[in-house]
């Protein structure tokens, strides 16, 4: 192995509608694995006077494709890729807590994080290559194609309507942010249906496959389908893809 070691940047999209636990997958996955750092949508809001105003309950709506100023997180994201880090002058305003503490199991946890530094240290032998992952956390991730083209693995959680409705209602308990009367069920959730049903054959967000055509190679996770997955399961499908990943570049 020579001194010159090789950077590879992954960007890993982890996307699903609001509340569907993609944040808390992405922080559990920073956790395991090493060299990694999180992005997220939410920081790429326009300001609120510049959006959009829903007719119907006369709001501001934060779930059109409109509310996200696509060019600066097209550019922000080619520069992490060219970096793999986050551009000192970046300025974070979500805490992307909403004051849920959703636990895995510790154990297994470990056993992945063992793993994954293993999984370093070979591809740094193998291939002189150091990779960095980077976590693009969003609820909106796989509407732009730019951005999509720009992610190497694409995960979506998806989550039955009522867990989600319920989970946001929790959350604005628990943030300053309280949805006005009538916001999920005239604005979010179907925000949510109409921006993501190019991903899926004959538009069906809710049940359909995958559709190749917008997103080549989507895992979707349904954490609620036939055996219900808990957050340790959810974070191991995604990790095992991951493993898929690193043992390309190992050759393996």
Not at 117 to 133: F, H, Y
Not at 139 to 146: P, R, V
Not at 175 to 189: A, H, K, Q, R, S
Request: with cysteine.
């Amino acid at each position: 192995m020579t001194n010159d070691i090789k950077t590879k940047v992954i960007l890993v999209g982890v996307g699903g509608a609001t509340c569907s636990g993609k944040t808390t997958l992405a922080k559990h996955m920073k956790d395991i694995l090493p060299n990694s750092l999180i992005v997220q949508q939410d920081d790429f809001f326009l300001p609120e006077e510049m959006l959009s105003t829903h007719p119907g309950l006369n709001i501001k709506n934060w779930d059109a494709p409109s509310a996200i100023d696509w060019p600066r997180m097209r550019e922000f994201l080619r520069d992490v890729k060219d970096i793999g880090s986050i551009p000192l002058d970046h300025i974070s305003y979500c805490s992307s807590d909403d004051g849920r503490h959703v636990p895995i199991n510790e154990n297994r946890a470990d056993a992945w994080k063992t793993r994954f530094q293993d999984l370093e240290q070979r591809c740094l032998v193998a291939a002189n290559t150091k990779v960095i992952w980077v976590l693009v956390d969003g609820f909106m991730l796989y509407w732009d194609q730019d951005v999509i083209h720009q992610l190497d693995v694409c995960i979506f959680l998806r989550v039955q309507e009522h867990i989600l409705k319920k989970r946001r209602e929790t959350r604005s308990v628990l943030l300053p942010w309280i949805d006005p009367e009538g916001y999920w069920d005239i604005v979010c959730y179907p925000e949510y249906i109409k921006t993501h049903k190019d991903l899926f054959e004959d538009g069906k967000v809710e049940t359909g496959e995958p559709s190749e055509s917008q997103v080549k190679g989507l895992l979707v996770i349904e954490p609620e389908a036939r055996e219900k997955m808990d957050m340790m399961d959810i974070a191991e499908a995604c990790l095992e893809k991951l493993v898929c990943v690193v043992s390309d570049l190992i050759g393996h």
